[in-house]
């Protein structure tokens, strides 16, 4: 899915009735968001506390007959052979690693290490390696060198949030997989700068909270607003249809 033409749009669920609708309407393949699964458990994202939140959900999410990649944060806490021995058992076909932590970035050496010892012990787990110094606005300049040491490291792509510069785009495209978070360029422009993989990240968990609001706003003041119909939401979840939805 990341060696097409067009770049794999992935998005990105917070629970399994979010997951089970993206699949589907379409979506090949589905993600989760650690914002989503952190907020919807009343916990801040990037703080590393989420993690048997979003290790549910990924056990959840591998029911579904579409490929499934685990945001796991930087391991939540937890050492690299334990971080490994989770992703091996998992059952998800990728997983997001970021070098971001709660108080700045990792060395690309421990982050490095992270890496090998992940695709050491799962080698058939697709590791995106996400590199937070745009996301966190410190050390831009170690972006390619982080880049490429994660990936000498084993990573099978990498994942530059909040990356927009076009020049950027197509520098670190060359290296390997790249994906980005979703922007104003179409998934056509991007993919001419040779992005492979474009993800939704928080975007969706936060536009169905401002929808919320706005459907119970509209239910005060005797409007309507766009709803799956209970039916429907019954058939998506049920594990008849789970099992064959194609």
């Known amino acids: 899915m990341h060696h097409q033409p067009d770049p794999l749009l992935l998005p990105n669920a917070w629970d399994y009735a979010s997951a089970a609708a993206l699949h589907q309407a379409g979506f090949t393949a589905i993600g989760t968001t650690s914002l989503g699964v952190a907020a919807a458990h009343n916990i801040p994202d990037g703080t590393g506390q989420a993690g048997d939140q979003a290790i549910a959900l990924a056990r959840l ?34 997983v997001n690693l970021e070098d971001g932590r709660p108080n700045g970035l990792a060395t690309p050496q421990e982050q490095a290490d992270l890496i090998t010892t992940v695709k050491q012990r799962a080698p058939g787990v697709f590791l995106n390696a996400r590199i937070d110094t745009h996301w966190l606005g410190m050390a831009h300049e170690e972006t390619e060198s982080r880049a490429r040491r994660y990936i000498d490291a084993g990573a099978d792509g990498i994942f530059v949030a909040g990356l927009t510069d076009p020049y950027e785009i197509e520098k670190l495209a060359t290296l390997a997989p790249l994906n980005v978070l979703a922007q104003q360029r179409t998934p056509r422009e991007l993919g001419n700068l040779g992005v492979k993989r474009i993800s939704t990240g928080s975007l969706l968990f936060r536009a169905a909270l401002h929808h919320t609001v706005e459907t119970a706003k509209a239910a005060r003041d005797g409007g309507t607003a766009a709803a799956f119909t209970y039916d429907e939401v019954q058939q998506m979840i049920s594990r008849g249809t789970r099992s064959d939805a194609g």
């Open 61 to 94: 999410l591998i029911t579904l007959p579409c490929p499934v990649t685990a945001d796991l944060e930087s391991g939540f806490g937890k050492s690299p052979q334990e971080t490994a021995d989770l992703i091996a058992e998992l059952g998800v076909a990728g």
